[in-house]
Antibody, heavy 122, light 110 residues
Framework: QLQLQESGPGLVKPSETLSLTCTVSGGSISSTNYFWGWIRQPPGKGLEWLGTIYYSGSTYYNPSLKSRVTISVDTSKNQFSLKLSSLTAADTAVYYC??????????????WGQGTMVTVSS | QSVLTQPPSASGTPGQRVTISCSGSSSNIQSNYVYWYRQLPGTAPKLLIYRDNQRPSGVPDRFSGSKSGTSASLAISGLRSEDEADYYCAAWDDSLSGEVFGGGTKLTVL
């Protein structure tokens, strides 16, 4: 059974860069049938898509965050990662990684990690 | 302000049928598929409906999705206490070239 697990720091300082990793187990990140995405949720608020990557390394990002977001993949470790730069308190959120249907214009995230809380504070 | 608009709250009694709306535009709902997620407190969202009205394996047929023009709806029939959760709609937006979520609807089972 495929599982995703986020890892990274729970506390980051303003202006710094957040680095999170999602480890995929029980299946291959190199599957041609899926994308892999990052979504976040500020406390008490709704969901926001950050970006998506294919195992080949091709990416697409939320236009409102594009200048600050970088997503990469390491197929040898079955992992994909998120970097978010120039952090402010507004970036405080639960960050989820998820598997996404490989289909044009699809927003089908069918398997999610449990999420990791990231707080931006000095 | 979310690109997709949902009512912040909805409610119903056990056994009742409730619907949750999601309003968008020609660049998202009208021209692309709509997806629905359910999020129980303290847990990750779960895909409930994909491609407007398809249910993933394991999702009961009490849940159904529909779409007309620039709006979509999620219907839950035979409401149960365990349906109390937050519900989100989502779609691709051609103008933004990105994936957008609604602000979410908190469903209360009275």
């Amino acid at each position: 059974q495929l599982q995703l697990q986020e890892s990274g720091p729970g506390l980051v300082k303003p202006s710094e860069t957040l680095s999170l990793t999602c480890t995929v187990s029980g299946g291959s990140i190199s599957s041609t049938n899926y994308f892999w995405g990052w979504i976040r949720q500020p406390p008490g608020k709704g969901l926001e898509w950050l970006g998506t990557i294919y195992y080949s390394g091709s990416t697409y990002y939320n236009p409102s965050l594009k200048s600050r977001v970088t997503i990469s993949v390491d197929t040898s470790k079955n992992q994909f990662s998120l970097k978010l730069s120039s952090l402010t308190a507004a970036d405080t959120a639960v960050y989820y990684c998820a598997r996404q249907e490989y289909s044009s214009s699809s927003v089908a995230f069918d398997i999610w990690g449990q999420g990791t809380m990231v707080t931006v504070s000095s | 302000q979310s690109v997709l608009t949902q009512p912040p709250s909805a409610s119903g009694t056990p056994g009742q049928r409730v619907t949750i709306s999601c309003s968008g535009s020609s660049s998202n709902i009208q021209s692309n598929y709509v997806y629905w997620y359910r999020q129980l407190p303290g847990t990750a969202p779960k895909l409930l409906i994909y491609r407007d009205n398809q249910r993933p394996s394991g999702v009961p047929d009490r849940f159904s999705g529909s779409k007309s023009g620039t709006s979509a709806s999620l219907a839950i029939s035979g409401l149960r206490s365990e349906d109390e959760a937050d519900y989100y709609c989502a779609a691709w937006d051609d103008s933004l070239s990105g994936e957008v979520f609604g602000g979410g609807t908190k469903l209360t089972v009275l």
